[in-house]
C-alpha cells in the first residue's frame, strides 16, 4: 500500500528566510504525481506545486521549489524568501497514475518569525 | 470559474439530528471526493465519485453516513443520526480525474 510520511509536525523560520519540508513515500509504481498542498488558517486546502514522476525536472512555482528524488522516494518542498502569509500546514500527497485517490501525509505546520 | 462550492459553511446541531452537507464540483470536473478533517485523524477520505457513480466507499465510518450524486454537479453528504464525534471539518474535491484535486472552502460541523 502507498504511504507518505511528513516526519517534521511543525517548523518554524525566519520571514526572509528559507525553509525545506521534508516528506518521503512508498510506492511500487513507476508512473505517478506529487503534491505539495497549503492550508492556512481559512481552512481552504490550496495546490501549491505538482510534479509528475517521470519528469526529471525538479518542479518549481515562484518561490516554491520541490527536489524530487525519485530512486529515494522523497519530495521535499523548498521555500524561498518566506512570508508571513506562508504560515499554514502544508501536506505532502501521492496520487499514482491509473488511480483517482490522493494519498495525503499527516503534515507540517509552519510557522513563520517575524 | 467558482471553485468547489459547499454548504452550508458551518453546522451546528444536536446529537440524533439529521445532517446533510451540499457540494457543487467545478463545471467540468468527473471526480468527486468528500473528505473528514480532524485534530486527531487528520484528513480522511470518505467517499469518492467517478461519473456520478460511487468508486470507493471504504472510508464511510459507518452506515450513518452515506453519500449521493444525482447529477455531475451536485453531491450530498448524510449523517443520520449525527454523533458527538461526528464533529470536523468536511471538505469537497473534485478533479479531471487524472489532474490535482481542488477543495471547497469547507464545512464545519459541530455535534453537541
Known amino acids: 500500500a502507498q504511504t507518505v510520511t511528513q516526519s517534521q509536525p511543525e517548523m518554524s523560520v525566519q520571514e526572509a528566510e528559507t525553509v525545506t519540508l521534508s516528506c518521503t513515500y512508498d510506492?511500487?509504481?513507476?508512473?505517478?504525481?506529487l503534491f505539495w498542498y497549503k492550508q492556512p488558517p481559512s481552512r481552504q486546502m490550496i495546490l501549491v506545486i505538482r510534479?509528475?514522476?517521470?519528469?526529471?525536472q525538479n518542479a518549481t512555482e515562484n518561490r516554491f521549489s520541490v527536489n524530487f528524488q525519485k530512486a529515494a522516494k522523497s519530495f521535499s518542498l523548498k521555500i524561498s524568501d518566506s512570508q508571513l502569509g506562508d504560515a499554514a500546514m502544508y501536506f505532502c500527497a501521492y496520487r499514482r497514475n491509473r488511480d483517482d485517490k490522493i494519498i495525503f501525509g499527516k503534515g507540517t505546520r509552519l510557522h513563520i518569525l517575524p | 470559474d467558482a471553485g468547489v462550492i459547499q454548504s452550508p459553511r458551518h453546522e451546528v446541531t444536536e446529537m440524533g439530528q439529521e445532517v446533510t452537507l451540499r457540494c457543487k464540483p467545478i463545471?467540468?470536473?468527473?471526480?468527486l471526493f468528500w473528505y473528514r478533517q480532524t485534530m486527531m485523524r487528520g484528513l480522511e477520505l470518505l467517499i469518492y465519485?467517478?461519473?456520478?457513480?460511487?468508486?470507493?466507499d471504504s472510508g464511510m465510518p459507518e452506515d450513518r453516513f452515506s453519500a449521493k450524486m444525482p447529477n455531475a454537479s451536485f453531491s450530498t453528504l448524510k449523517i443520520q443520526p449525527s454523533e458527538p464525534r461526528d464533529s470536523a471539518v468536511y471538505f469537497c474535491?473534485?478533479?479531471?480525474?487524472?489532474?490535482?484535486?481542488?477543495f471547497g472552502p469547507g464545512t464545519r460541523l459541530t455535534v453537541t
Open positions: 510506492t511500487s509504481e513507476s508512473d505517478y504525481y
Open positions: 510534479q509528475e514522476a517521470y519528469k526529471q
Open positions: 463545471s467540468g470536473h468527473n471526480s
Open positions: 474535491a473534485s478533479s479531471t480525474g487524472l489532474q490535482e484535486q481542488y
Open positions: 465519485f467517478n461519473n456520478n457513480v460511487p468508486i470507493d
